[in-house]
């Protein structure tokens, strides 16, 4: 067998890139997206060129992922590949660009919520891992843990009002009840988590607490992280992920 | 005896491949080597005999392959996210089509298998590792066929057939200034992949250049010792009036 060629994976060591990765973890409710567009708000403010990238958001997998939950033929395996299609794309399309131009990239969710939702799932957690170990270390990962309590009531008396088939694990038959399957699948998710936490190094929040308290102690955490960051823009004012082009593809309805 | 149904690597955790009693036949090998033609004759050869086959082919499920095409038309790039939607493709028929038919008792004639991907990965990146850790949930097949021919003739024979198209003249390597070059260039960097791996999975390999009737005997003596020992270890076997009809229907 041919030795491994170390350089190719870069997950677990820092990036040599210019530019800064910031990302947040947390399970639904937790309430990281909020504080996420809080501290991109807040980078803007302060004149960084900030570019945003979240969880299954390509188009190109999007589609097949909204066909393949429709179906249910969706399989742990299937599922988790998916995402790590999708995961691929945005890196190269969306992320690395932007750092190797030396620009802030932020990232709703990331390669840590497959590690843990795949798990919890039934895939080889060892597996999952090697997947994406082309992925690129973020220089700060913020992980807003809390009570499985405290995410149902935010989701239920929030904007949303109801679980999503998928986010409540619905696939795996632990209850036929929406709520309760979500607190037993969120439950496995925090736990994973847990130790997902410890074996990355993630900066753990207290999710409890009131927002702009932890936004706070988020732009504490960034602006000791951004000491010997040297902020790089064009001549252009904020363009917002246009610096991709796709090219003779029409875009679904 | 027979050792026990393995995977490649990290396997699918939630599932145990070892009552997966039916035969996995992979035949590998470029575009127009003929694979087609191959497995169809051997299909029908199998079915004549009165066993159960089903036939499975690269980028067919019917979750992925209209994602794949659309991606081959140019909104992606990255290898990465190609290799990917291949084994996405690939779980899914493994999945829903492969193991459900194995337990069964079939024969699954496999048009190409988890070698293509190694093969196009380890061309584009260098780094053969990776992708064998992507398909590691991948069943080991009990029979790997592989159809080689040299750049040269195959090169004649694209231009005859359907011509030479973007992702098989490996074009987004930009090997070559024209297709006809970079064609030249990748199937050799394929075919090289390839003959490693032939030595390394044990492939049993054929000269593709020989003609269609030398290279269907060769297959089927390949194929005969394992379905004898298949036959006793209870595969399933087809209604004589069902093999009688797909006789007929060619």
């Given at each position: 067998m041919t030795p491994p060629t170390s350089s190719l994976r870069t997950f677990g060591q820092p990036h040599s890139y210019p530019g800064k990765l910031i990302i947040v973890e947390g399970i639904d409710g937790s309430g990281k997206s909020t504080q996420l567009l809080l501290l991109q708000k807040w980078l803007e403010s302060q004149g960084h060129n900030v570019f945003f990238t979240e969880w299954n958001s390509s188009d190109l997998v999007k589609e097949t992922t909204k066909k393949g939950k429709k179906s249910k033929s969706l399989t742990p395996t299937t599922f988790s590949l998916l995402h790590a299609t999708d995961f691929a794309s945005r890196l190269y399309h969306s992320i690395l660009p932007p750092l190797k131009a030396g620009m802030i990239v932020l990232a709703d969710r990331y390669a840590y919520t497959a590690f843990a939702r795949d798990a919890v799932r039934g895939v080889s957690r060892s597996w999952v891992r090697k997947l994406y170990s082309f992925s690129i270390q973020p220089d700060l990962a913020f992980y807003f843990k809390v009570p499985i309590d405290t995410a149902i009531a935010r989701l239920l008396g929030g904007t949303r009002g109801q679980f999503k088939y998928y986010e409540a694990g619905m696939d795996m038959g632990i209850s036929q009840d929406v709520t309760e399957s979500f607190r037993v699948f969120q439950s496995r998710i925090l736990s994973e988590y847990d130790k997902i936490v410890d074996e990355y190094g993630l900066t753990v929040m207290d999710a409890t607490r009131e927002i702009e308290e932890q936004q706070d102690d988020m732009r504490a955490v960034v602006t000791k992280a951004l000491e010997h960051y040297k902020p790089k823009r064009g001549g252009y004012g904020k363009r917002t992920a246009v610096f991709w082009r796709r090219f003779g593809v029409s875009k679904p309805e | 005896m027979a050792k026990g149904r393995q995977y490649f690597?990290?396997?699918?955790?939630?599932?145990?491949?070892?009552?997966?009693k039916g035969k996995l036949i992979v035949i590998e090998g470029?575009?127009?080597?003929g694979r087609s033609t191959h497995i169809e004759l051997l299909q029908e050869w199998l079915e004549v005999q009165g066993y159960g086959v089903i036939t499975t082919g690269w980028t067919r499920s019917s979750l992925m392959s209209r994602t794949i095409d659309t991606a081959k038309e140019g909104n992606i790039l990255d290898h990465w996210s190609l290799s990917l939607l291949y084994a996405t493709d690939f779980a899914d028929r493994l999945e829903h089509q492969i193991i459900p038919a194995l337990r069964s008792g079939f024969i699954v004639l496999a048009d190409r298998y988890i070698y293509t991907a190694f093969a196009r990965a380890t061309v584009r990146s260098g780094d053969p590792t990776w992708i064998r850790d992507v398909f590691g949930f991948a069943i080991v097949p009990d029979l790997v066929c592989y159809l080689r021919i040299d750049a040269d003739t195959l090169a004649l024979r694209v231009l005859e057939s359907n011509g030479m198209n973007y992702w098989e003249s490996g074009m987004d390597l930009r090997l070559g200034t024209d297709l006809y070059d970079s064609f030249k260039k990748y199937q050799t960097l394929m075919i090289e992949e390839f003959d490693k791996m032939a030595e390394e999975f044990k492939f049993e390999v054929?000269?593709?250049?020989?003609s269609l009737e030398e290279i269907q005997e060769f297959l089927r003596a390949k194929i005969q010792p394992l379905l004898r020992s298949a036959h006793s270890r209870g595969l399933a076997r087809v209604p004589a009036g069902a093999a009688d009809s797909a006789t007929e229907g060619s």
């Open positions: - | 690597g990290d396997g699918l955790a939630y599932l145990n491949p070892s009552d997966l470029t575009d127009g080597v054929v000269d593709a250049r020989k």
